[in-house]
């Protein structure tokens, strides 16, 4: 089996860490970028590095990054000539700061970058340091080597992807989270639950990946349920992050699969939060690929996989693979039930919209990782099923 594996240089796991931001950006430099979405975070942040002798330009993020938002945080960067980059927030802003900090030191524009949308030229230098300081648990863009950025003239998301992008930190604070909304907590949540659902049962997953996999997956079930009824449970906020942060590292190193490569499309066209889309899909897509494999594939140890998942997620043992199986579905589809999270339609998703979203996730670089190649049609049942 070949494969490489890439990783976060430093990782720190702190309840109140953030005290510690000024002088963890000091080893990198005088003048920082600091990116955030959360105003009075940002302000605590903003104080604590101009404490520790900084010189601080500060970009308020709103909404999810575009061409044109990473470009102003890249225009202040080279004003303000900034020696580090802190992404401070969800990982929207976190994303956002990543992908300034990589074309602050390679040039040029988002456009030049992306990938599907974009010229897709190739990162080739490290990113200028930057540090990962998130306040909520989903993502995992605390550790991953791509930032995905939404082009709304294409109606499409796509990544600026190289390894050169990994952060040379990233600062778990679960304290940080305790005041996030339950909506956000819940649709982030589900976010890093798929996506470590999706690379435990990738085509490119590995031994490493694996092990963090699973580790990631019942560390969520113990807690994503316990952090929407208690906001303020910071053992469950910390076990949210770590499982986000392992989502992160995943994803990296595994891929994902159809739920993220319908997300992308999804995400570009409708004002559908990330994790809503990986909550309503993940089922369906669990179903659809199994059914595939079993017609397709019958000796596939994928679908050993999807057994696994079952009692990861439950804590129980099943008699057969299949009752696994459905348990994994059910689980999944009774969580974001209980989490209230909205159907695809009340954010405008149409059944006539379909062809159109089944042959724009084609070209997301998610779907090629998916188990097993689904054909359009199986494609189109999982958005009939989740709309």
């Known amino acids: 089996m070949d494969f490489e594996?890439?990783?976060?240089?430093?990782?720190?796991?702190?309840?109140?860490g953030?005290?510690?931001?000024?002088?963890?950006?000091?080893?990198?430099?005088?003048?920082?970028?600091?990116?955030?979405?959360?105003?009075?975070?940002?302000?605590?942040?903003?104080?604590?590095?101009?404490?520790?002798?900084?010189?601080?330009?500060?970009?308020?993020?709103?909404?999810?990054?575009?061409?044109?938002t990473?470009?102003?945080?890249?225009?202040?960067?080279?004003?303000?000539?900034?020696?580090?980059?802190?992404?401070?927030?969800?990982g929207s802003a976190i994303d956002c700061s990543k992908a300034a900090a990589a074309i602050l030191a390679n040039g040029g524009e988002p456009?030049?970058?992306?990938?599907?949308?974009?010229?897709?030229?190739?990162?080739?230098?490290?990113?200028?340091?930057?540090?990962?300081?998130?306040?909520?648990?989903?993502?995992?863009?605390?550790?991953?080597?791509?930032?995905?950025?939404a082009a709304p003239e294409q109606q499409f998301k796509a990544s600026i992807r190289s390894e050169h992008m990994l952060p040379r930190l990233a600062l778990l604070d679960a304290e940080l989270a305790v005041d996030v909304r339950r909506e956000v907590t819940a649709a982030s949540g589900a976010d890093a639950l798929c996506q470590l659902i999706e690379s435990y049962t990738s085509a490119k997953a590995n031994p490493i990946s694996d092990g963090l996999a699973l580790e990631g997956i019942m560390r969520a079930a113990k807690s994503l349920q316990r952090v929407y009824d208690e906001p303020q449970d910071v053992e469950a906020r910390e076990n949210m992050a770590i499982a986000a942060l392992l989502s992160g590292i995943t994803l990296t190193n595994a891929g994902l699969g159809a739920v993220h490569g319908f997300a992308a499309p999804m995400g570009g066209r409708y004002p559908v939060p990330h994790g809503v889309v990986c909550a309503a899909l993940l089922p369906h897509v669990i179903r659809a690929n199994v059914r595939a494999l079993r017609q397709r594939l019958p000796n596939s140890p994928v679908l050993a996989r999807y057994s696994i998942i079952g009692p990861s997620l439950t804590g129980e043992g099943y008699i057969s693979a299949d009752a696994a199986i459905d348990a994994a579905v059910n689980y999944i589809a009774e969580l974001t039930c209980y989490m209230q999270i909205p159907p695809l339609r009340q954010y405008g998703v149409k059944h006539e919209d379909i062809p159109q979203l089944v042959a724009a996730a084609r070209?997301?670089?998610?779907?090629?990782?998916?188990?097993?190649?689904?054909?359009?049609?199986?494609?189109?049942?999982?958005?009939?099923?989740?709309?």
Request: proline share 3%; glycine share 10%.
């Open 111 to 149: 456009l030049d970058y992306m990938e599907v949308v974009g010229r897709g030229k190739k990162i080739t230098r490290p990113s200028l340091p930057w540090i990962a300081v998130p306040t909520t648990a989903g993502t995992g863009a605390e550790a991953t080597r791509n930032a995905v950025v």
């Open 5 to 16: 594996f890439f990783n976060v240089g430093r990782i720190i796991v702190e309840r109140g």
């Open 363 to 387: 070209k997301s670089s998610s779907m090629r990782y998916n188990p097993i190649e689904l054909t359009e049609d199986e494609l189109a049942g999982i958005l009939e099923a989740a709309i």
């Open 18 to 68: 953030i005290k510690r931001l000024g002088e963890l950006a000091r080893e990198h430099g005088t003048r920082a970028l600091l990116v955030h979405n959360a105003r009075e975070t940002g302000q605590r942040a903003q104080e604590i590095l101009s404490s520790a002798g900084l010189s601080v330009a500060s970009y308020v993020h709103k909404g999810e990054p575009t061409v044109t």
């Open 70 to 90: 990473v470009m102003q945080v890249i225009d202040l960067g080279r004003q303000s000539d900034a020696q580090v980059v802190i992404g401070l927030g969800g």
